[in-house]
């Protein structure tokens, strides 16, 4: 006699169109998922990004209250760009230039250190990258004195160190070969932003009681501090006027990201950028004898609306 065993109830694997459309709704949940992650970790860079802004802000307000003036030991008249001279020699041994985003890391992190001069001559600064980080220390050797940091020291707001040297990189070294000749930069760091691909956070210090926005003679700010950290890839040589232009990027027009497929609305000129963001007339500018601090965003572009910028 033959057993006849039921296979009844007993369920085969899954079907091809069973796997087919198990899988269509995994990639249906990953296209609606993935825009969210990327929007939750986008908004989370920018609250990292402005709390940073924030600090260094308030460190500024300290020094000030130290000195009486805002961060920076290089003098306005030697900063790249300031009155648009391009390159002034700020005089700091080791140092060719010095843009205003190095001069504000110099003033709250430290990196200088002086020595006599010759007799009648006056003292030689210079620059030393293993002091960044350790404090600002008087320029003055008749009277060396070592400051506290102004703001807690994130070495993950910095450039990567050299692994020879020990030193922080800075922006020049980390935009592409063909182009560093170019860029009006120095050896020294910058604070950097906490986005995707980190830029440095600008700075530029106003003129106490000018009376108009931008690059005019009796300006508050100019504009021309911004343009070390805008390059042309292919051109020989940093750009001058606004709209604004990036690394291997062609130039932009107003209203108009050609990078990216989503256009980015920008700031139409340089005074749409420095002037006030609500009151509307044509001299009074963003932090008024104070100072800007602008990071360039998500998009990394400076000069348009998803700049990050410290209002007081």
Avoid at 187 to 208: L, Q, S
Avoid at 234 to 246: H, I, L, Q
């Amino acid at each position: 006699m033959h057993r006849h065993t039921s296979r009844r109830g007993v369920r085969a694997g899954f079907t091809l169109i069973e796997l087919l459309t198990v899988v269509g709704i995994i990639v249906v949940l990953i296209a609606i998922l993935l825009p969210v992650v990327a929007s939750v970790q986008r908004k989370a860079r920018e609250a990292d990004t402005s709390a940073e802004i924030n600090r260094l802000a308030t460190a500024a307000q300290n020094y000030y209250n130290d000195y009486r003036a805002y961060p920076g030991p290089v003098a306005d008249s030697l900063i790249v760009g300031f009155n648009s001279k391009p390159t002034p020699n700020p005089n700091i041994t080791g140092v060719s230039v010095v843009t205003g985003s190095e001069n504000l890391l110099l003033g709250l992190a430290g990196g200088l250190y002086a020595t006599a001069g010759a007799p009648g001559k006056p003292p030689v600064i210079t620059y030393d990258p293993t002091l960044v980080g350790k404090g600002p220390q008087s320029l003055n050797p008749l009277t060396p004195k070592q400051s506290v940091l102004y703001t807690d020291f994130n070495p993950n707001e910095l450039p990567p160190k050299d692994p020879v040297s020990g030193a922080y990189s800075d922006y020049k070294t980390m935009a592409p070969a063909s182009i560093q000749p170019t860029m009006a930069d120095s050896v020294i760091p910058e604070f950097f932003d906490h986005f995707a691909t980190p830029k440095p956070i600008i700075y530029v210090r106003a003129r106490v009681g000018q009376t108009q926005i931008v690059d005019s003679a009796n300006a508050q700010y100019y504009s021309g501090e911004m343009f070390p950290y805008w390059v042309v890839l292919g051109t020989g040589g940093a750009v001058s006027t606004f709209p604004t232009y990036e690394p291997g990027i062609n130039k932009k027009g107003a209203g108009t990201d050609y990078s990216s497929s989503v256009n980015q609305v920008w700031y139409n000129t340089a005074n749409d950028l420095f002037k006030h963001p609500t009151i509307n007339d044509t001299v009074t500018p963003r932090n008024k004898d104070t100072f800007i601090l602008i990071s360039a965003g998500a998009d990394g572009i400076w000069g348009t609306k998803d700049d990050i910028i410290y209002s007081n």
